[in-house]
């Protein structure tokens, strides 16, 4: 397994943007497709979005398409997760996870090392 380390969450006004990143400790990821997750307080945990390094496509969640973005530095030690226009309902946990398989799916069994989670609320 590789060890995820997620950061940038935080505290953010309904309209903000914030950035999450992902990075796995002294080692890139351009091997693994690449999933995020959130989980809402009291709810299961929901995919948002994935990256398939297969077939270079992304994909959304429709509640998030158009308002979050993934992306990766050049040097593809790090995976981001942009998040703009923030609604109150986006407030969760955010993991990042990598992908046990050739294909990219919103099931969380379909992917194992997961990040440690970060926070991201958002106030309306």
């Known amino acids: 397994q590789v060890q995820l380390v997620s950061s940038g969450g935080g505290l953010v006004q309904a309209g903000g943007s914030l950035r999450l990143s992902c990075a796995a400790s002294g080692r890139t990821l351009d091997a693994y497709n690449m999933g995020w997750f959130r989980q809402p307080p009291g709810k299961e945990r929901e995919f948002v979005a994935a990256?398939?390094?297969?077939?270079?496509?992304?994909h959304y969640a429709d509640v998030v398409k158009g308002r979050f973005t993934v992306s990766e530095d050049n040097a593809k030690m790090t995976v981001y997760l942009q998040l703009t226009n923030l609604k109150a309902e986006d407030t969760a946990v955010y993991y990042c996870?990598?992908?046990?398989?050739?294909?990219?799916?919103?099931?969380?069994?379909?992917?194992?090392?997961w990040g440690q989670g970060s926070q991201v609320t958002v106030s309306s």
């Open positions: 996870a990598r992908g046990r398989w050739r294909y990219v799916t919103g099931d969380p069994a379909d992917y194992d090392s």
């Open positions: 990256l398939n390094r297969n077939t270079g496509s992304i």
